[in-house]
């Protein structure tokens, strides 16, 4: 795996402005993928998944607006970039299989040429026979019998309507695919499948794969490191396994210990709490008033994500240098300030 990375987050802001006030989806948000990493985005509804997805692509829409910070693909900077050359890297560079995606499919349009629309949509100087020859090349890469080209959605079981829908996203070779719930329409079976087939495609491929989606379990199988959101704010970034077996901040180890598991038939474990408005967080950390090991310090404000062990970061104020603190030791550095 090549060191530099093709995709690099720093400080994003991104903000609606709406009639119930300013929601800030999110906040101070970094992140890096190399060629050939697979990152998970995990977090309950509303934690802005989907809007960190949009802005990578430069498609928040009013009343939302990246209000700061910069996205780099490779050595071009996103944020600044006119509409027309975001327009050339959209679908091109970046791609996204966004959620629902098999429902937005054309039902009067062969397979086909769904997938040849999206490259004259960018112009790539190529003959329709050429064309043709890349959309069967990435009918066959998502494991699609060629015929399939010639069929409607209609004729399409679920499973290989999102394997079209991922042919349309990869037929140009991405540098970066964007996954939005990929699967979750689909039964378990069919959902391994498709996962199973994404991930050769993107070895192959040699891109880099954010995976959005609440599915911990789905996670844990496909990528290599993971970032969990709250309301906003990312509150852990680490190896899947790292994460898994020492998860640092409270709200992961919630969301972990809420997988149900058959020695724990029948408990239903769940987060205390329901997420708030994110017109209407709590002062402090965002997750202070749900969990269940706040200290004074929590509500004074959000602490920032630190690296706490080698590669292993975490939004909150129970780690210092990586060592797990007192609240007495918090509530001297309170009374302190
Ligand atoms: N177009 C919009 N206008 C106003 N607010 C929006 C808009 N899109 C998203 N939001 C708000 O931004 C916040 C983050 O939403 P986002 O869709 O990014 O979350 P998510 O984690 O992807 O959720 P889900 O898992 O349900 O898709 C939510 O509070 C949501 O209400």
Not at 61 to 66: L, N, Q
Not at 148 to 157: C, D, F, K, R
Not at 231 to 243: H, N, P, Q, R
Not at 287 to 314: G, I, K, S, W, Y
């Amino acid at each position: 795996m090549s060191e530099k990375p093709i995709l690099r987050i720093k400080d994003l802001d991104v903000r609606y402005y709406t009639d119930a006030g300013i929601v800030r989806a999110n906040n101070q948000i970094n992140l890096e993928l190399k060629p050939g990493e697979r990152v998970g985005l995990v977090g309950e509804s509303g934690s802005g998944k989907s809007t960190l997805a949009l802005a990578i692509l430069r498609m928040i829409k009013p009343p939302g607006t990246i209000a700061g910070g910069e996205i780099w693909l490779d050595d071009i900077e996103l944020t600044r970039l006119s509409e027309e050359r975001m327009r050339q890297i959209r679908g091109k560079d970046i791609s996204m299989v966004p959620q629902g995606a098999m429902n937005s499919l054309n039902p009067v349009m062969r397979i086909k040429d769904q997938i040849i629309d999206t490259m004259i949509d960018h112009d790539l100087g190529l003959s329709r026979a050429e064309m043709e020859e890349l959309a069967i090349e990435a009918l066959r890469a998502t494991e699609l019998d060629p015929k399939v080209g010639n069929m409607y959605p209609h004729e399409l079981s679920g499973g290989m309507k999102q394997r079209a829908c991922i042919a349309i996203s990869v037929a140009m070779n991405p540098k970066v695919i964007i996954a939005d719930e990929p699967t979750s329409a689909l039964d378990v079976i069919t959902q391994r499948q498709v996962m199973e087939t994404l991930g050769r495609l993107q070895e192959r491929l040699g891109s880099a794969i954010i995976l959005i989606g609440h599915d911990m379990g789905l996670m844990a199988q496909f990528v290599d490191r993971i970032a969990v959101m709250y309301a906003g704010w990312m509150m852990e970034l680490g190896k899947i396994e790292d994460v898994f077996t020492n998860p640092l901040n409270p709200y992961t180890q919630l969301l972990i210990s809420s997988l149900p598991l058959l020695d724990r038939r029948g408990e239903f474990s769940g987060i205390p709490g329901i997420t708030p408005p994110l017109t209407d967080l709590p002062p402090g950390c965002v997750f202070n008033d749900r969990c269940p090991q706040a200290m004074a310090v929590c509500r004074t404000a959000m602490p920032p994500l630190r690296e706490h062990e080698p590669e292993h970061l975490a939004a909150c104020y129970l780690y210092e240098n990586g060592i797990k603190v007192t609240e007495e030791r918090h509530d001297e550095a309170v009374r302190a300030q």
